[in-house]
């Protein structure tokens, strides 16, 4: 028998039928949420404190940036534990399910959507305090061809980012990077953009699979 095979596509995953497929998969919405939750906990992670200015997040009504928060799983999360976010996506399919269901949350006050590209966010220099993307971050470089082209825009969102995040800003990303190469890749693109950081991976065994890269603006 073959077997379905389940990793995702961008954008074929995501649009039409697939983005409603998504919002009513409930096991989409466990994994997303779940993952959110560990991505905050890793927000307040005491490792980051001491790097750069040693500092310590409070419990504060920070603004995040959900980078590619589709239908809003991650982002509503963000919101159930007391932030105030901005939730930027490629795609309407996905987005429009976000905002349809916006009015229904009761802290639907502190989220704004917004049709972005993670790699042109139309956003105020030093105006976020962090940002998290969970199950997005490895599609930014669809559509580019070759290492170059690759390297520049991997390297012009983590400068873009770093000028948006506010002094000591932390960054959490969770993604599935296929090998160590390009795990590699996304995470020195952050280094050589002013962020410090380290990552966790739930299986160190693994060279692709499950990982998170923690951040901070130094
Ligand atoms: C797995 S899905 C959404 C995950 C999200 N955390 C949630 O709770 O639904 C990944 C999303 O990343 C978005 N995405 C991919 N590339 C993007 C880009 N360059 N800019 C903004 N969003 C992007 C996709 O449109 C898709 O909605």
Do not use: W
């Not at 991505?39 to 980078?67: A, H, S, T, V």
């Not at 956003?123 to 669809?142: G, K, P, Q, V, W």
């Not at 290492?147 to 932390?170: C, D, H, Q, W």
Request: with cysteine; net charge positive.
């Amino acid at each position: 028998m073959e077997r379905k095979n389940t990793v995702p596509k961008f954008p074929e995953s995501y649009i039409g039928d697939k983005s409603e497929e998504y919002e009513n998969s409930l096991s989409m919405e466990r994994n997303q949420k779940k993952t959110t939750l560990i991505g905050i906990q890793y927000l307040f992670d005491e490792n980051l404190n001491k790097i750069g200015r040693i500092d310590f997040l409070k419990k504060n009504p920070y603004l995040i940036l959900d980078l590619g928060c589709g239908t809003g799983f991650s982002t509503e999360i963000m919101l159930e534990q007391g932030f105030r976010v901005i939730g930027v996506d490629i795609l309407n399919d996905m987005l429009a399910k976000a905002v349809y269901k916006k009015p229904f949350l009761s802290n639907a006050k502190n989220v704004e959507y917004v049709l972005a590209d993670i790699n042109q966010l139309p956003l105020r220099n030093n105006s976020i305090d962090h940002a998290m993307s969970i199950s997005a971050y490895n599609f930014i470089t669809y559509g580019k061809e070759g290492f170059r082209e690759m390297s520049k825009t991997v390297n012009n969102s983590a400068k873009s980012l770093y000028n948006i995040i506010k002094p000591n800003g932390r960054i959490i990303i969770e993604f599935y990077p296929k090998d160590e190469e390009e795990l590699n890749f996304f995470i020195s693109s952050f280094i050589n953009n002013g962020f410090n950081g380290f990552m966790i991976k739930n299986n160190p065994r693994q060279k692709g699979g499950q990982t998170f890269i923690l951040l901070k603006k130094c």
